[in-house]
């Protein structure tokens, strides 16, 4: 359903994403993964055309058979929200304050199906119970303030499923969140995939939240995708150093970590885009960094010189 190919985003510093591809499915779970500032933003924002006016795009994406790269505004407006939708990282900055929940809920209702008002507020209603919001119908005489940080993640999906999409991407959907919430807002996720058989590109930097929810996986890091494949199989036997370190990093309840020990961690930072490597953008801070690491881009998957382990 969606196919990208070799698609680059560049800007005036660096390229942000480079030549990457990867393809979803009808009803297929994609989780991208990768730390702060490795491109997973960048990848969800250009399957809708939403990229900065300064951004310099080279490759292709399609969905359904249609090109979106290079596509005209009118086009694209007719796909957001209502064939692919995004949940955005922070709802509370992606829904507009000055509106009460019901009128942003039934915006796109009225916009792409043709609904009236009142039956747009009625179907918004529905969503709302549909997402696991009690009490539907005080919260759509809500503003954004007057709900809590879980209860407005609730309604953004709501928002981003008002159309039936066939494809949403789920932006850090979590962040933020106690551990209770954010489970239930996975779970949620999953199950409107299933029920309605829709794709969904999970962005997070929470392998967890990714095994929970997700078919296959692609790691991202400095804006390439250095490993992808089943979910299940990537996380159980990482072959790239770096996917490896992130795996390592995670904390963990064992009792046999020795609770006084530091936690493992990747050393240095994400470079920014004007300091990445020519080669592979990991030289610097991996563990088996050989010499041709920092000038040759490494091919295959994973994308590593060595091959993996």
Request: aromatic share 2%; charged share 20%; net charge positive.
């Amino acid at each position: 359903m969606l196919a990208m190919r070799e698609l680059s985003v560049g800007f005036a510093g660096g390229l942000a994403l480079r030549r990457a591809t990867l393809s979803v499915a009808r009803g297929e779970r994609l989780g991208v993964a990768g730390e702060s500032g490795s491109g997973k933003t960048m990848l969800g924002l250009a399957c809708l055309g939403m990229l900065p006016e300064v951004a310099v795009v080279t490759g292709s994406v399609r969905f359904d058979g249609g090109e979106l790269v290079g596509a005209a505004e009118r086009d694209l407006r007719r796909l957001r929200g209502q064939r692919i939708a995004m949940v955005f990282q922070e709802p509370l900055s992606a829904l507009n304050p000055l509106r009460r929940v019901g009128e942003l809920i039934a915006e796109p209702l009225r916009l792409h199906r043709g609904l009236s008002r009142a039956a747009a507020l009625d179907r918004a209603c529905a969503l709302l119970s549909e997402v696991g919001l009690p009490d539907p119908a005080s919260r759509l005489r809500q503003y954004p303030h007057e709900m809590s940080g879980g209860q407005r993640q609730r309604v953004t999906i709501a928002l981003a499923l008002a159309c039936d999409p066939d494809l949403l991407i789920a932006d850090e959907p979590t962040t933020a969140l106690d551990v209770q919430v954010a489970a239930h807002i996975l779970a949620l996720l999953r199950a409107l995939s299933e029920s309605r058989r829709m794709a969904l590109i999970l962005i997070s930097h929470d392998l967890r939240a990714i095994a929970a929810v997700t078919d296959r996986l692609a790691v991202l890091y400095g804006g390439d995708i250095i490993e992808e494949g089943p979910t299940a199989d990537v996380l159980a036997a990482p072959r790239h150093p770096y996917t490896q370190g992130l795996i390592a990093a995670r904390p963990t309840l064992s009792a046999r970590r020795d609770r006084n020990a530091p936690l493992p961690t990747i050393p240095g930072t994400v470079p920014a885009l004007a300091h990445l490597p020519p080669g592979c953008r990991f030289a610097g801070r991996c563990p088996v960094e050989l010499p041709v690491c920092r000038s040759t881009r490494p091919a295959g998957n994973p994308a590593c010189h060595r091959g993996g382990p």
